[in-house]
């Protein structure tokens, strides 16, 4: 069921605000007044899809996996290509990989992460290999640290150049 357009554009409005917030303030310190207030939305509004400010930035890490729509999934055959995939949603994603790393919030960045790789990337993991469960937490692993350490560093290398190394290292 896709959300209505209204909905839509409230929790864009959320998201993009608490960013906003996140720049000047602890998200544990954000109120839902201010933030609603930030958006242009009515609390009663953040209270129709939220309890927390936090479950504006796990819904929109939930349902924005990777960039890649859920009916792409069982198409995406090009490791490479599914690699660029990935570091190319987290670096239009800057601001809120950053907000999160800001905040000191990289176990939630990792908890999605390893979540989408497992759930998105699940049979191309056994094809290179990648059978028991500690093999693919391994690699989960290596993806996440590399990509905060990309993020941490500044992003210096482009997203080519990254699909390219991490292809060379799981590949």
């Known amino acids: 069921m896709h959300d209505n357009p209204q909905k839509k554009f409230s929790k864009e409005c ?19 007044k201010e933030l609603a207030k930030k958006a242009g939305v009515s609390r009663t509004t953040f209270y129709r899809h939220y309890s927390l400010p936090i479950e504006v930035l796990t819904d929109y890490l939930d349902t924005h996996p990777f960039g890649i729509p859920s ?7 090009d490791e490479k290509e599914n690699i660029r995939r990935f570091y190319r949603y987290f670096s239009d994603n800057n601001e809120l990989v950053s907000a999160l790393i800001q905040a000191g919030m990289t176990e939630l960045l990792r908890d999605t992460i390893s979540r989408h790789i497992q759930t998105t990337f699940c049979k191309q993991l056994s094809v290179h290999g990648y059978i028991s469960d500690y093999e693919k ?12 350490s990309w993020y941490k560093r500044g992003m210096v290398e482009s997203v080519d150049d990254m699909a390219e190394i991490i292809y060379d290292i799981v590949c």
Do not use: F, H, P, R
């Not at 009916?71 to 055959?77: A, D, H, P, R, T």
């Open 14 to 32: 959320l998201y993009t605000a608490l960013l906003s917030l996140m720049k000047k303030k602890n998200i544990q310190d954000i109120t839902v």
């Open 71 to 77: 009916s792409e999934v069982e198409k995406m055959l």
């Open 137 to 148: 937490i391994a690699l989960v692993g290596l993806c996440q640290e590399i990509l905060i």
